[in-house]
């Protein structure tokens, strides 16, 4: 229990492939949608709408790419990434800010990359000295939210109007162009996690870290490439939140590392490293828009959504170290 | 050369706080005309007590190898608290209210840590996330003013020249608890505790309830940050802790206690608290904004984990040590597997 991230051990071989258990887990994020659509149409009849539902996955698309950022993080043993609000905004920032003097689209590239950078010094931090995940992007994020005050000078960036920003907020095919780029993010991501060697890694350094080093995998490049993705993914996050509401500030990001997350752990991936899935991070996702949509139409103010957040994270990582201890496997 | 720089570097990091608290004394002596007086000292004292707080009921959770996220969030609870029971209470038993708050929030921790043995990495993260959102939801997102304004104002007196009350009782506190740790079997305990778990179970040391302990300790501490903030503002804010986890982590680490457990002093702590408070009150001197001081208290964190992790141990290499030993067990039994 020392604050190093220690690795864990070997994972349980998995039984019977087609036991009750097992397919109770596959099917619990189907079954936990299908449950609150169903609460939804309860409690208003404004919820079960196309307009609606379209609203609830725009409104989480865009911090649904830091989840899928952070579950790379998870699966490798990372832990999380708390420094998501400061890349968000960071992100944000240069892409509205830099617009004028470069042009939307490279602004946006640039913004990304300035994101990608301070994942990168995480990734640094964690991947190759070797310190405590939490505590790194604790304190990069308190420092990266700084610069991006400084950069701003604490006020608000607004976008100029451009045919590049007018797309992003547009729709496309029917549907919002956030939800698409989430979706195609989710997918590219699912067949990187499952099909190349670079997802094996991410599986085999949060599995065992000693065994994966033992075993020629690059165990400092894996864990330091998921800090450095998640970066990346938070920086398009804020430009997509930027480009649509039209103006970015420092707070933008303001709680997404909790969203984040929590739509990891809901889909089951453990924080402490070795299992884990892109597909059900996307369910987490969905079930959490579905949640905040829901405190918004029984009318609840916007904290309630913080609490609601807060309990289900601790409670499913209760339940994960729980099951972890009976399998043998210490957490 | 490199053997001189590097024995250099490691009396850096062995003295940093001495390093810092000179650094800061020769810069504001230079800048400022009225920086090196006893005013300016007793001010700095004074605005270290909140953090201080927080600090100091870290520093047993360091100790012992653990973390505690939860402490600005709970300081936030118990300030509003404070403020806001003070119509219906009266103002000294709010205050003691607020205490209680900081100590049932600690409680809840110490049940999700030592019962359901979840790592406090991840259960204080939780109950961050919800003490924050509590503590907005409760106050509807305003700040309360005091009904009794004049109550706490005299917290933040002058009292024997250097001090004011609020900042003596966080030195009072820091003492005794230096002298707990240091002259106590159960303050010794818990360095074992932190050293090694497994040892300390071993050698029949009640590790869960020293667990326990320095959760609702650390819950009580910082209540007293969040009441002697609130009194002395006469405002219960919501958000009065949400931006002080950094500071008083960074003002552990500074006072040389590591993130690793083991090791650790609150003597060491009230160092860091107060050579991290005069930089802050140095910027303010300079006129230097606040979110230019969130960047250097960053950055300072970062530079003194990291350097911790680079002289403590050699971790980064020990990989390249497991897998070169690998490559040449191969290599010893000819690779016939």
């Given at each position: 229990m020392t604050l190093r991230a220690s690795p864990t051990g070997p994972k349980p071989a998995p039984s019977a492939a087609w036991s009750a258990g097992s397919v109770l887990s596959v099917l619990s994020i189907p079954l936990a949608i299908v449950a609150l659509m169903v609460l939804g149409s309860i409690v208003s009849?404004?919820?079960?709408t196309v307009r609606n539902l379209v609203n609830v996955l725009n409104a989480y698309s865009a911090v649904g790419l830091a989840a899928l950022g952070s579950t790379f993080v998870a699966i490798c043993g990372?832990?999380?990434?708390?420094s998501i609000p400061a890349t968000v905004a960071l992100g944000a920032l240069v892409a509205l800010g830099a617009g004028s003097l470069v042009g939307p689209v490279p602004a946006a590239f640039l913004g990304i990359l300035v994101a990608a950078l301070g994942g990168l010094v995480n990734g640094v931090l964690i991947?190759?000295?070797?310190?405590?995940p939490i505590i790194v992007t604790l304190a990069s994020g308190f420092l990266l939210l700084g610069l991006a005050q400084l950069l701003v000078g604490g006020g608000i960036v607004y976008a100029e109007p451009s045919a590049f920003g007018t797309f992003v907020a547009g729709n496309l095919f029917g549907l919002p162009v956030s939800v698409w780029i989430f979706f195609i993010v989710a997918l590219i991501l699912h067949i990187t996690l499952t099909r190349t060697p670079f997802g094996r890694w991410n599986f085999a350094v949060g599995g065992n870290y000693e065994a994966s080093a033992a075993s020629a995998v690059p165990v400092r490049f894996t864990r330091a490439s998921a800090f450095v993705l998640t970066g990346l993914l938070s920086g398009m996050c804020g430009i997509l939140i930027a480009l649509s509401i039209g103006q970015a500030r420092?707070?933008?990001?303001?709680?997404y590392e909790f969203v984040a997350i929590t739509a990891v752990v809901i889909g089951g991936?453990?924080?402490?490293?070795g299992r884990g899935s892109i597909l059900r991070t996307v369910g987490g996702v969905i079930i959490l828009a579905l949640i905040n949509n829901l405190i918004v139409l029984i009318g609840w103010p916007t904290p309630a959504t913080g609490l609601a957040t807060g309990s289900i994270l601790l409670v499913v990582v209760a339940i994960d170290a729980y099951l972890r201890r009976r399998t043998g496997v210490l957490g | 050369m490199s053997a001189n720089l590097r024995t250099i570097g490691n009396l850096v990091v062995r003295y940093r706080l001495l390093v810092m608290l000179a650094g800061v004394l020769i810069f504001g002596g230079f800048t400022q005309?009225?920086?090196?007086?006893l005013t300016t000292f007793q001010s700095v004292l004074d605005r270290a007590a909140v953090v201080g707080f927080l600090a100091l009921g870290l520093t047993p959770i360091l100790i012992a190898g653990q973390i505690d996220l939860s402490i600005g969030s709970v300081m936030s609870l118990a300030a509003y608290a404070t403020i806001a029971l003070q119509p219906s209470l009266g103002s000294l038993p709010a205050a003691f209210v607020g205490l209680g708050v900081g100590a049932l929030a600690g409680a809840i921790n110490a049940v999700i840590v030592?019962?359901?043995?979840?790592?406090s990495l991840v259960a204080t993260l939780a109950t961050l996330l919800i003490g924050a959102s509590l503590a907005l939801l409760i106050s509807d997102g305003q700040p309360v003013s005091s009904a009794?304004?004049?109550?706490?104002?005299?917290?933040?007196n002058e009292l024997l020249?250097?001090?004011s009350p609020r900042s003596a009782l966080f030195i009072a506190a820091a003492l005794i608890m230096f002298v707990w740790l240091r002259a106590t079997p159960s303050g010794r305990n818990l360095y074992a505790v932190g050293s090694s778990m497994p040892a300390a179970i071993s050698a029949g040391i009640n590790v869960n309830g020293y667990m326990a302990g320095i959760f609702v300790l650390s819950g009580l501490c910082a209540g007293a940050a969040g009441v002697l903030q609130a009194l002395s503002a006469a405002t219960g804010s919501p958000?009065?802790?949400?931006?002080?986890l950094i500071p008083a982590i960074t003002a552990v680490v500074i006072g040389g206690?590591?993130?690793?457990?083991?090791r650790g002093s609150s003597l060491a702590t009230l160092g860091g608290v107060i050579a991290l408070g005069a930089l802050t009150t140095l910027s303010e001197y300079n006129g230097i904004p606040s979110y230019t001081q969130a960047v250097y208290t960053g950055l300072i964190l970062i530079l003194l984990i990291t350097l911790d992790r680079i002289s403590g141990d050699n971790g980064g290499r020990k990989t390249r040590t497991l897998r070169r030993a690998a490559v040449k067990q191969v290599q010893q039994h000819g690779g016939t597997s």
């Amino acid at each position: 229990m020392t604050l190093r991230a220690s690795p864990t051990g070997p994972k349980p071989a998995p039984s019977a492939a087609w036991s009750a258990g097992s397919v109770l887990s596959v099917l619990s994020i189907p079954l936990a949608i299908v449950a609150l659509m169903v609460l939804g149409s309860i409690v208003s009849p404004s919820f079960l709408t196309v307009r609606n539902l379209v609203n609830v996955l725009n409104a989480y698309s865009a911090v649904g790419l830091a989840a899928l950022g952070s579950t790379f993080v998870a699966i490798c043993g990372g832990l999380a990434d708390l420094s998501i609000p400061a890349t968000v905004a960071l992100g944000a920032l240069v892409a509205l800010g830099a617009g004028s003097l470069v042009g939307p689209v490279p602004a946006a590239f640039l913004g990304i990359l300035v994101a990608a950078l301070g994942g990168l010094v995480n990734g640094v931090l964690i991947g190759y000295v070797r310190i405590n995940p939490i505590i790194v992007t604790l304190a990069s994020g308190f420092l990266l939210l700084g610069l991006a005050q400084l950069l701003v000078g604490g006020g608000i960036v607004y976008a100029e109007p451009s045919a590049f920003g007018t797309f992003v907020a547009g729709n496309l095919f029917g549907l919002p162009v956030s939800v698409w780029i989430f979706f195609i993010v989710a997918l590219i991501l699912h067949i990187t996690l499952t099909r190349t060697p670079f997802g094996r890694w991410n599986f085999a350094v949060g599995g065992n870290y000693e065994a994966s080093a033992a075993s020629a995998v690059p165990v400092r490049f894996t864990r330091a490439s998921a800090f450095v993705l998640t970066g990346l993914l938070s920086g398009m996050c804020g430009i997509l939140i930027a480009l649509s509401i039209g103006q970015a500030r420092p707070i933008i990001g303001a709680g997404y590392e909790f969203v984040a997350i929590t739509a990891v752990v809901i889909g089951g991936t453990s924080l402490f490293g070795g299992r884990g899935s892109i597909l059900r991070t996307v369910g987490g996702v969905i079930i959490l828009a579905l949640i905040n949509n829901l405190i918004v139409l029984i009318g609840w103010p916007t904290p309630a959504t913080g609490l609601a957040t807060g309990s289900i994270l601790l409670v499913v990582v209760a339940i994960d170290a729980y099951l972890r201890r009976r399998t043998g496997v210490l957490g | 050369m490199s053997a001189n720089l590097r024995t250099i570097g490691n009396l850096v990091v062995r003295y940093r706080l001495l390093v810092m608290l000179a650094g800061v004394l020769i810069f504001g002596g230079f800048t400022q005309d009225d920086f090196l007086t006893l005013t300016t000292f007793q001010s700095v004292l004074d605005r270290a007590a909140v953090v201080g707080f927080l600090a100091l009921g870290l520093t047993p959770i360091l100790i012992a190898g653990q973390i505690d996220l939860s402490i600005g969030s709970v300081m936030s609870l118990a300030a509003y608290a404070t403020i806001a029971l003070q119509p219906s209470l009266g103002s000294l038993p709010a205050a003691f209210v607020g205490l209680g708050v900081g100590a049932l929030a600690g409680a809840i921790n110490a049940v999700i840590v030592v019962a359901l043995k979840v790592t406090s990495l991840v259960a204080t993260l939780a109950t961050l996330l919800i003490g924050a959102s509590l503590a907005l939801l409760i106050s509807d997102g305003q700040p309360v003013s005091s009904a009794d304004p004049m109550f706490g104002l005299s917290l933040t007196n002058e009292l024997l020249t250097v001090l004011s009350p609020r900042s003596a009782l966080f030195i009072a506190a820091a003492l005794i608890m230096f002298v707990w740790l240091r002259a106590t079997p159960s303050g010794r305990n818990l360095y074992a505790v932190g050293s090694s778990m497994p040892a300390a179970i071993s050698a029949g040391i009640n590790v869960n309830g020293y667990m326990a302990g320095i959760f609702v300790l650390s819950g009580l501490c910082a209540g007293a940050a969040g009441v002697l903030q609130a009194l002395s503002a006469a405002t219960g804010s919501p958000l009065a802790g949400s931006a002080l986890l950094i500071p008083a982590i960074t003002a552990v680490v500074i006072g040389g206690t590591r993130l690793e457990g083991g090791r650790g002093s609150s003597l060491a702590t009230l160092g860091g608290v107060i050579a991290l408070g005069a930089l802050t009150t140095l910027s303010e001197y300079n006129g230097i904004p606040s979110y230019t001081q969130a960047v250097y208290t960053g950055l300072i964190l970062i530079l003194l984990i990291t350097l911790d992790r680079i002289s403590g141990d050699n971790g980064g290499r020990k990989t390249r040590t497991l897998r070169r030993a690998a490559v040449k067990q191969v290599q010893q039994h000819g690779g016939t597997s």
